[in-house]
């Protein structure tokens, strides 16, 4: 069956199909996704294969909020949750302690981290994460393919196996820049969307009043 292709305000039928388990298509601040919901192992499965991802790698947890973010993984409160506030939201994809294991079939090879986002979503997307709270997010693309900053860039066989593709127009098309909160310091391991000198230039200020250190 052909996948939905829906725009903004008409999100029932993608809610529909992430519930259902179903993987769909949605776009970001940085470029589109492949989208499954994030609370179970066989939806993940199915968005991994679908994609030819090994799933020895990663995908990161996309939530509505920091807040729902915190209800995802409870133990980022105390732990690093000034410094997601301070980064969060944007176009940042953060590596973070996971010390309980959450969501395994996420966390590729490392259960001990996991990849977390805040999005700043396009208007076609913001009704879908609110009414689900968090989806799995891995680029809609296949594997060393080009991240896709419009629907005619995906890929036909992820567009034939999503329920639905939720069409936001042209978006930036750079990938999120990764930083990893687990360290002693901060450290940026993909430069992105935001540069490494804002992002540590936030940090300082989380430093400054003292949330940085807290970590420790």
């Not at 490392?110 to 609110?130: E, K």
């Not at 890929?155 to 687990?182: F, K, N, Y």
Request: a negative charge; proline letters at 11%.
């Amino acid at each position: 069956m052909e996948p939905l292709r829906v725009g903004n305000g008409d999100a029932d039928h993608a809610v529909s199909a992430l519930r259902a388990g179903k993987p769909v298509v949605l776009p970001t601040d940085t470029v589109y996704g492949l989208c499954a919901s994030p609370y179970g192992e066989a939806p993940v499965r199915r968005a991994y294969e679908l994609k030819g991802r090994d799933p020895s790698q990663p995908s990161a947890i996309l939530a509505a909020d920091v807040d729902m973010l915190f209800e995802c993984v409870p133990e980022l409160r105390s732990r690093v949750g000034p410094i997601l506030r301070a980064l969060l939201p944007g176009p940042l994809t953060l590596v973070v302690p996971n010390p309980a294991h959450r969501y395994r079939w996420l966390t590729g090879s490392n259960p001990d981290v996991i990849g977390v986002r805040v999005a700043q979503l396009p208007p076609a997307a913001v009704s879908i994460l609110a009414r689900v709270g968090a989806v799995m997010a891995t680029s809609a693309n296949l594997p060393g393919g080009r991240d896709p900053r419009t629907i005619d860039e995906i890929p036909d066989p992820l567009i034939d196996g999503c329920e639905a593709v939720i069409d936001g127009g042209e978006l930036p098309g750079t990938p999120s820049t990764v930083v990893d909160l687990t360290g002693d310091e901060p450290r940026v391991l993909r430069e992105g969307a935001v540069s490494t000198e804002e992002v540590l230039a936030r940090l300082s200020g989380q430093a400054a009043s003292g949330a940085v250190s807290s970590r420790g």
